[in-house]
Nanobody, 129 residues
Framework: QVQLMESGGGAVQAGGSLRLSCAAP??????????MGWFRQAPGKEREGVAA?????????YYADSVKGRFTISRENAKNTVSLQMNSLKVEDTAMYYC???????????????????WGSGTQVTVSS
């Protein structure tokens, strides 16, 4: 089992910014990390893959259409950490945000995955008008 620790959630007014961070153990017990990313879940809404980033030199990133141009995902491979910078936040971004890790892939047809082999307990993001 891989334990992921998220931090950085909170409450902000629309138009504001938040930065989420997630750390996986440096020793994953032999589990390959192909992808780390974020998905979110709001009450009454479907789970949505928000952003994901792969390993390797290119570090290809994927974003949901709803956050493109506003959110930026970054990763520090050496420390198995991933961050999500969220700017120009909207009320509809309100959700529980979860960090995920997967040994296989990041996205399907360019859309970041919304399920991972391992995920954290989540951090709440609340955006008010």
């Amino acid at each position: 089992q891989v334990q992921l620790m998220e931090s950085g959630g909170g409450a902000v007014q629309a138009g504001g910014s938040l930065r989420l961070s997630c750390a996986a153990p440096e020793n994953t017990g032999g589990i390959d990390i192909d992808c780390m990313g974020w998905f979110r879940q709001a009450p009454g809404k479907e789970r949505e893959g928000v952003a994901a980033i792969g390993t390797g030199g290119s570090r290809v990133a994927y974003y949901a259409d709803s956050v493109k141009g506003r959110f930026t995902i970054s990763r520090e491979n050496a420390k198995n950490t991933v961050s999500l910078q969220m700017n120009s936040l909207k009320v509809e971004d309100t959700a529980m945000y979860y960090c995920g890790l997967d040994p296989l892939y990041c996205a399907e047809e360019g859309t970041p995955r919304n399920d991972y082999a391992y995920w954290g307990s989540g951090t709440q993001v609340t955006v008010s008008s």
